[in-house]
């Protein structure tokens, strides 16, 4: 259960809207680039919450690969234990429940029809995730770094890994549409493991504790987001139908 000791009540809804404000304003970015045909509220809200409920299916999924990679490793302080932990099961768990909750909500939608549909579902998903969980680290540690750290990295990230998987998820649409079963196979294969492989990168460099390896993460982190806001805005411009 989650508790909150250090807050007053008075301020929860400040905090709240502090955690939740970065996702907002990210949604509301790519919602705004989705020029050709906005989609049905409905079903965005329904993909926000899909989000939510891929960040307790992680929780569920980390808790019991925390514990087999436990019993496996032994020691859970030793360098092997963190690399696996977040270099490969947190990227590739998270992103695996964002992905099912993508395909199981919109994959079969009548709204799927236009190439940036992809980008938008997948960012309403990842953002959802992004959403609960920046709350619950809030609520639980109540810093103005914590917060800043979050809003300036982390939710950006999660639109970021979002962007790429989409892009993809909209290819493989494009192949199903074709008849093309492989093409869309291959596509729904990138979509997961292109943002499996960058959230396990983005953790993997931020937890490593070795010579230049924050100056990485942070060199990482600037030239993912030139690079997928750009994405965004040339998917954007050259919208077409499915």
């Not at 596509?187 to 070795?210: E, K």
């Amino acid at each position: 259960m989650i508790r909150f000791p250090s807050i007053p009540g008075g301020t929860t809804m400040l905090y709240l809207l502090a955690a939740s404000g970065p996702a907002l304003v990210l949604l509301l970015y790519i919602y705004r680039k989705d020029g050709a045909e906005k989609e049905p509220g409905g079903l965005l809200m329904k993909l926000f919450i899909g989000g939510v409920l891929a960040a307790a299916a992680a929780a569920l999924l980390e808790t019991g690969a925390e514990y087999v990679q436990y019993l496996i490793l032994g020691n859970r302080h030793s360098y092997n234990w963190y690399a696996i932990m977040d270099a490969v099961m947190v990227g590739f768990i998270e992103e695996g429940t964002k992905f099912w909750f993508l395909k199981k909500f919109s994959w079969k939608e009548r709204a799927f029809n236009y190439r940036f549909d992809g980008i938008v579902y997948a960012v309403f998903v990842s953002l959802g995730f992004a959403a609960i969980e920046n709350v619950l680290y809030v609520f639980n540690y109540g810093t103005i770094d914590v917060m800043v750290n979050r809003a300036i990295l982390t939710v950006p990230a999660h639109m970021s890994f979002a962007v790429y998987m989409g892009l993809f998820y909209s290819y493989a649409k494009l192949f199903d549409r074709r008849g093309d079963r492989s093409g869309r196979r291959l596509n729904l294969y990138a979509a997961y493991l292109s943002a499996a492989l960058l959230h396990a990168f983005f953790d993997g460099t931020l937890l490593v504790d070795m010579e230049y390896s924050i100056v990485v993460f942070y060199v990482f982190v600037i030239l993912l987001d030139i690079m997928v806001f750009r994405m965004v805005r040339s998917a954007s411009r050259n919208d077409r139908p499915i």
